[in-house]
């Protein structure tokens, strides 16, 4: 069966830097786009960062463009996001999840997305 499996996330303060990874099974994984989402308390999660299936195109919400980076690595079945100068509002589960290349609707679209992992924390003290 399908897995995706996050790791990574912890406790930082502002400005720091952490770096999560998504380890995939189950999937051809070169034929799937991936994302990254968050979702803080009281809130709807939202959309992070997208990655096409070969990392030649990728997404960010405008919240965190210049600060985060989505890469993949096709060999090894993982997707990892690289976070810098962390803030507080960066505080939240960050999610990833996995569609087909061949899939409709957007990066941005959360239901789009059939694939989800459990979620790692990441929490960052001003």
């Known amino acids: 069966q399908v897995q995706l499996v996050e790791s990574g996330g912890g406790l930082v303060q502002a400005g720091d830097s952490l770096r999560l990874s998504c380890a995939a099974s189950?999937?051809?994984?070169?034929?799937?786009?991936m994302g990254w989402f968050r979702q803080a308390p009281g809130k709807e999660r939202e959309f992070v960062a997208g990655?096409?299936?070969?990392?030649?195109?990728?997404y960010y919400a405008d919240a965190v463009k210049g600060r985060f980076t989505i890469s993949r690595d096709n060999g090894k079945n993982t997707v990892d996001l690289q976070m810098n100068n962390l803030k507080p509002d960066d505080t939240a589960g960050y999610y990833c999840?996995?569609?087909?290349?061949?899939?409709?609707?957007?990066?941005?679209?959360?239901?789009?997305?059939?694939?989800w992992g459990q979620g790692t924390q990441v929490t960052v003290s001003s």
């Open positions: 189950g999937i051809t994984f070169s034929a799937y786009i």
């Open positions: 999840a996995a569609k087909s290349r061949w899939s409709g609707g957007t990066y941005y679209d959360m239901i789009a997305y059939p694939y």
């Open positions: 990655i096409n299936w070969n990392g030649a195109n990728t």
